[in-house]
């Protein structure tokens, strides 16, 4: 359900308006609204609204992304990767699958939370994240995916991942159409609603302050 105080937020989210957005945003804050809860019952609900596979509209995804970005931006102000790190964690959007605002609001949580964040981008093979996670001794894999059609791409990374010994690397999901399944159907370890989801499930395997 929607937050009323978030609807002017949402409105100028859904006009692509980046400079109206960032003004309510800013609003918001210093009104006392927490970040977690602008993203989350404003910028989440938008997409959750807009990713449906009933509803999926890839172009006003596309106008929306530029202005939801600048408000993640705002929130999470990009800096350099802070001496140590919580660990690394490999994120990316399944093969077939050519969104990406869902994972890159991931990555901009994470990354101010101190997790070191590897993105493989979108459009990724079964292969290339497995690649990646082995390189960079990942703690844990986040993928999203936004159409059905990605599930069982998803399904094969455990066992791919066992395969090649790193069964020990946790293995999350989310997105619109994963986060309706489960973690045992999808063969994960977690499936996020939310990034903050997601970064609240990897401060618990790792120890940190969510």
């Given at each position: 359900m929607s937050d009323p105080t978030m609807d002017q937020l949402v409105k100028t989210l859904l006009d692509g308006d980046q400079a109206g957005a960032l003004t309510e945003a800013r609003k918001l804050r210093d009104a006392g609204v927490g970040c977690e809860r602008i993203v989350t019952e404003g910028i989440m609900e938008l997409l959750d609204a807009k990713c449906t596979v009933e509803q999926f509209n890839l172009l006003e995804i596309m106008l929306s992304g530029r202005a939801v970005m600048g408000v993640i931006k705002e929130l999470y102000p990009p800096a350099d990767p802070p001496p140590r790190t919580k660990?690394?964690?490999?994120?990316?959007?399944?093969?077939?699958?050519?969104?990406?605002?869902?994972?890159?609001?991931?990555?901009?949580?994470?990354?101010?939370?101190?997790?070191?964040?590897?993105?493989?981008?979108?459009?990724?093979?079964?292969?290339?994240?497995?690649?990646?996670?082995?390189?960079?001794?990942?703690?844990?894999?986040?993928?999203?995916?936004?159409?059905?059609?990605?599930?069982?791409?998803?399904?094969?990374?455990?066992?791919?991942?066992?395969?090649?010994?790193?069964?020990?690397?946790?293995?999350?999901?989310?997105?619109?159409?994963?986060?309706?399944?489960?973690?045992?159907?999808?063969?994960?370890?977690?499936?996020?609603?939310?990034?903050?989801?997601?970064?609240?499930y990897l401060d618990r395997i790792t120890g940190g302050e969510s």
């Open positions: 660990g690394s964690v490999v994120v990316g959007a399944m093969e077939g699958d050519v969104h990406d605002l869902g994972k890159n609001i991931l990555k901009a949580v994470l990354a101010a939370r101190r997790y070191r964040v590897v993105d493989c981008g979108k459009d990724c093979a079964v292969e290339t994240i497995i690649d990646t996670a082995e390189r960079e001794t990942a703690l844990a894999v986040s993928v999203s995916g936004l159409i059905t059609s990605v599930i069982p791409q998803v399904r094969l990374l455990r066992d791919r991942m066992t395969e090649r010994r790193m069964g020990h690397v946790k293995l999350l999901a989310g997105g619109a159409a994963l986060k309706q399944a489960s973690a045992a159907s999808l063969n994960v370890d977690f499936v996020a609603d939310t990034a903050f989801d997601a970064l609240h």
